[in-house]
């Protein structure tokens, strides 16, 4: 049972969710039991799933009817085109001073979360963005790590490093000021996904706090998530096109800070590109001498396998035939 605090709505809750009926429950039960001095509400958009997930949004609607305030759609809005669910449908209504993203698929495993994030930001004006550390669930086998840890211990992170990190931060930690997305720019609005473009804004109003607690779970290949859904069909060519436009997004925040933060944005692209080729197993331009700056940016674990598929291509295929039949086995 929910323990929120009355008075105003301090934070809002904004989750997406589609075809998430596996992984729903685990979210909503993250929101529900947040411990809080303070009022909160959970928006959350269901966008026309064929599974039981509208449902199970009912269900957990009815137990908590002052808490969650859905949205359930009977037509599909991302197949009509509209990519921007949070700006369109969730933040427009948010009540709270903060908002705090979770996608449906994704989960708090901290019930002081809100609480902790909050109080930091209420105590620090000139913070924008806070963000925390996540645990890696994977569904099904894969070679990864299993902490999504940005930063080794609690510190602040200037808008030059939000802008150019050198790895991602999760989604279910973010939290930021309602107001930043009152009006959203047009780099946000057609920018194909949401997470990025947010923490851009965020860095152009003041700098960001990272805290190395894992408060979430980061759920690793659900057959709707975005990932799983890119790697379905012409992959190259998907990932060709999100690169150019992650690079006209990018270039988008840059001429809406009057470029007052053109290097980092310039070096950032690189990034992406060079990232786009190893998603792509481009070893030849991942292992060049041009892009050597990013190649060791990469984990150990990334590069022993990066060059094991490159100099030794039969052994990786057997490897990654017996490991994954080992995994139909389990």
Request: aromatic letters at 14%.
């Amino acid at each position: 049972m929910s323990s929120a605090g009355g008075g105003p709505v301090m934070v809002s809750i904004c989750c997406i969710a589609y075809n998430q009926e596996p992984y729903i429950r685990a979210a909503l039960e993250g929101f529900v039991n947040q411990k809080t001095s303070f009022a909160y509400e959970i928006l959350i958009h269901d966008d026309a799933s064929t599974d039981r997930t509208a449902e199970i949004i009912k269900e957990y609607a009815g137990r908590y009817p002052d808490l969650i305030r859905p949205i359930l759609q009977t037509e599909n809005q991302y197949s009509r085109g509209l990519t921007n669910i949070s700006g369109t449908f969730n933040f427009p209504r948010a009540r709270g001073r903060y908002i705090a993203m979770c996608e449906g698929d994704d989960y708090w495993t901290d019930p002081c979360k809100l609480q902790t994030q909050v109080d930091y930001m209420e105590a620090n004006p000139g913070c924008s963005l806070m963000l925390h550390s996540a645990a890696v669930r994977v569904e099904g086998r894969a070679f990864t790590e299993r902490r999504m840890r940005p930063y080794r211990g609690d510190r602040r992170i200037p808008p030059e490093e939000i802008i150019d990190k050198t790895s991602g931060y999760p989604t279910a930690s973010l939290l930021f000021r309602a107001e930043m997305v009152k009006e959203l720019p047009d780099y946000y609005v057609n920018a194909p996904i949401a997470d990025i473009p947010l923490q851009l804004m965020a860095a152009s109003r003041g700098w960001a706090y990272y805290m190395d607690k894992p408060m979430c779970v980061y759920r690793l290949g659900g057959s709707y998530s975005w990932t799983e859904l890119m790697k379905q069909g012409d992959y190259e060519e998907k990932s060709r096109r999100y690169y150019l436009q992650m690079r006209q997004m990018y270039r988008g925040f840059d001429e809406a800070t009057g470029r007052r933060f053109h290097g980092t944005v310039t070096h950032a692209v690189r990034r992406i590109y060079f990232l786009t080729k190893v998603n792509t197993k481009d070893y030849r331009l991942v292992l060049s001498a041009e892009y050597r700056e990013f190649y060791r940016e990469l984990s150990l674990r990334t590069r022993f396998f990066i060059r094991l598929e490159a100099g030794a291509p039969g052994l990786y295929r057997l490897l990654y035939r017996l490991y994954h039949r080992e995994a139909g086995r389990t």
